[in-house]
Nanobody, 131 residues
Framework: QVQLVESGGGSVESGGSLRLSCATS????????MAWFRQAPGKEREGVAA???????SYVDSVKGRFTISRDNAKNTLHLQMNNLKPEDTAMYYC?????????????????????????WGQGTQVTVSS
């Protein structure tokens, strides 16, 4: 049974920092693409950051230079370090996992960043940034 459990959300003032974590279980974590998404009230869900099976990362433009996604394959965990938070970062943040694809010619696994397909989702953790 696949489980993704987020933690670390909270309320901070503008300019503050938070570190989100996602504890995962029930699948071969090291062969899965991982990402953080967020959804603010009245807005569509937005991809924030993604990390592939070898640690390459991608970010939405609005968080570049402020957020850092990382993964610990030994502990099956995903993190999102968020610095210099802004009120527009206020949202529910979700951890997501998607199976990596395998190249037929060399057997290597690869991901498609935030454009990938993510079949597993956590319940979310709320981040609120006040001005």
């Amino acid at each position: 049974q696949v489980q993704l459990v987020e933690s670390g959300g909270g309320s901070v003032e503008s300019g503050g920092s938070l570190r989100l974590s996602c504890a995962t279980s029930g699948y071969s974590y090291s062969r899965y693409c991982m990402a953080w998404f967020r959804q603010a009230p009245g807005k569509e869900r937005e991809g924030v950051a993604a990390i592939d099976v070898v640690g390459s990362t991608s970010y939405v433009d609005s968080v570049k230079g402020r957020f850092t996604i990382s993964r610990d394959n030994a502990k099956n965990t995903l993190h999102l370090q968020m610095n210099n938070l802004k009120p527009e970062d206020t949202a529910m943040y979700y951890c997501a996992a998607g199976q990596a694809s395998k190249r037929w010619y060399n057997g290597n696994y690869y991901c498609s960043g935030l454009r990938g397909t993510f079949g597993y989702w956590g319940q979310g953790t709320q981040v609120t940034v006040s001005s």
